[in-house]
Structure formats: structure tokens, C-alpha cells
Antibody, heavy 121, light 110 residues
Framework: EVQLVQSGAVMKKPGESLKISCQGSGFSFTSYWIAWVRQMPGKGLEFMGILYPRDSDTRYSPSFQGHVSTSADKSISTAYLQWTSLKSSDTAMYFC??????????????WGQGTMVTVSS | QSALTQPASVSGSPGQSITISCTGTSSDVGGYNYVSWYQHHPGKAPKLMIYDVTKRPSGVPSRFSGSKSGNTASLTISGLQAEDEADYYCSSYTSSNSWVFGGGTKLTVL
């Protein structure tokens, strides 16, 4: 089955570090860009950045540059989103999404189920 | 990049048609035919329903259709069904080589 499976919900304290994951299966993981999308409580979706696992080429939205980082482990078809120092404002649902290829290259054709991150003291 | 503007909520009865609008600027919606629509049932993975303004991925019912005029794109669902009740998000590719999403619209099937 073609799918993206994300790591489970997590609760952290401000200042702590965190790495969440997104594992692809059923498709050639290194042939697609993987994006990260944030949804804060009660709000819409926000594009954070996008990573090409084959060569780790990464592009960030200016709103998120410097606060998060993305990476990938090609050997296990997994992309990561990482924080070195969480803030309470990072509390949100985070989705990974696959950018389509060919005729669907300008959309996100496959999504993970989301990872809820709660940051609270 | 400001979020695309969507109505917070729309509703309709089974069998009726509804339209959800998505307004951006000439730097996103108006500048590219790369508008997508996603259906999201909370707790599940969002699902692509429309891409490139009007195209439907395989498996999406023909009841779902998309259009665009100027800086505003629209999603129309005809013959509403109970299972269509969900949150809907639009997105567009932008002149910044990035993507912008809408704030989401909650569809209620009465």
C-alpha cells in the first residue's frame, strides 16, 4: 500500500528538542519531494518546507527558516522534522505530504496522518 | 505569504450542491493554474480531491469539480452525501517557489 506513516503524538516541555518522523512505503521514496505542513489548533494549514530525500536538497518557508530542520534517512524511507528548542507556540499538528511527480508535480498527492506535538511546561 | 481566504463554514442538504471559494492574489491563485483542494476528516490523512484547478485524481467522484476566475478558485460538490462532511483546504503554488494554503472550510451536511 502506498502510504506515509508518521510517528505518534508527543508531549514536550519548552526548550526541549524533538524529532518526528514520516515513513513512506509502497513507492520509491527517493523519487519524490516530501513536505512538512503545520496546523495550529483551530487554524488552517501552513507550508513549512520541503525536502528531496535523494540528495537532501531542502527549501524552507521564510516563516520557519532557522527554527526547524528537515532531514531524511534513505535507507529506511523516512523523513524527519526536528526542533532543537521547542516553544509553546510549536504546539500543533504536523503533517508530511508527498509532492506529486510528472503531471501532479504542483500538488501534494499523498499525506501522512499527522503527528500532534504539544509543548507545555 | 498570506494564507488564501476561504469561508469558515458552508452547509447543504443531501443531494444539493455547494461551492467553496478560495481567494488569493496574482502571485498565487491568479498567477498559476496550480490550485489544489484537499478533504480532511479530522484524525485522518488529508486527501487530494482536485489539482491543477480542475483535475480529479483517480478515484475521486465526479461530483467534485474545480474552477478558477482571476484570483479566486472554487470547489463545487454536487449531489452532497453525508460522507462529504469534512474540512476542505485549498492550496496554490506561488511566485516564491513555495505553496500557500487556505484557512479551511468546514462543510456540514444537514
Amino acid at each position: 500500500e502506498v502510504q506515509l506513516v508518521q510517528s505518534g503524538a508527543v508531549m514536550k516541555k519548552p526548550g526541549e528538542s524533538l524529532k518526528i518522523s514520516c515513513q513512506g512505503s509502497g513507492f520509491s521514496f527517493t523519487s519524490y519531494w516530501i513536505a512538512w505542513v503545520r496546523q495550529m489548533p483551530g487554524k488552517g494549514l501552513e507550508f513549512m518546507g520541503i525536502l528531496y530525500p535523494r540528495d537532501s536538497d531542502t527549501r524552507y518557508s521564510p516563516s520557519f527558516q532557522g527554527h526547524v530542520s528537515t532531514s531524511a534517512d534513505k535507507s529506511i524511507s523516512t523523513a524527519y522534522l526536528q526542533w532543537t528548542s521547542l516553544k509553546s507556540s510549536d504546539t500543533a499538528m504536523y503533517f508530511c505530504a508527498r509532492r506529486g511527480a510528472g503531471g501532479t508535480a504542483d500538488t501534494f498527492d499523498l499525506w501522512g496522518q499527522g503527528t500532534m506535538v504539544t509543548v507545555s511546561s | 505569504q498570506s494564507a488564501l481566504t476561504q469561508p469558515a463554514s458552508v452547509s447543504g442538504s443531501p443531494g444539493q450542491s455547494i461551492t467553496i471559494s478560495c481567494t488569493g492574489t496574482s502571485s498565487d491563485v491568479g498567477g498559476y493554474n496550480y490550485v489544489s483542494w484537499y478533504q480532511h476528516h479530522p484524525g485522518k490523512a488529508p486527501k487530494l480531491m482536485i489539482y491543477d484547478v480542475t483535475k480529479r485524481p483517480s478515484g475521486v467522484p465526479s461530483r467534485f469539480s474545480g474552477s478558477k476566475s482571476g484570483n479566486t478558485a472554487s470547489l463545487t460538490i454536487s449531489g452532497l452525501q453525508a460522507e462529504d462532511e469534512a474540512d476542505y483546504y485549498c492550496s496554490s503554488y506561488t511566485s516564491s517557489n513555495s505553496w500557500v494554503f487556505g484557512g479551511g472550510t468546514k462543510l456540514t451536511v444537514l
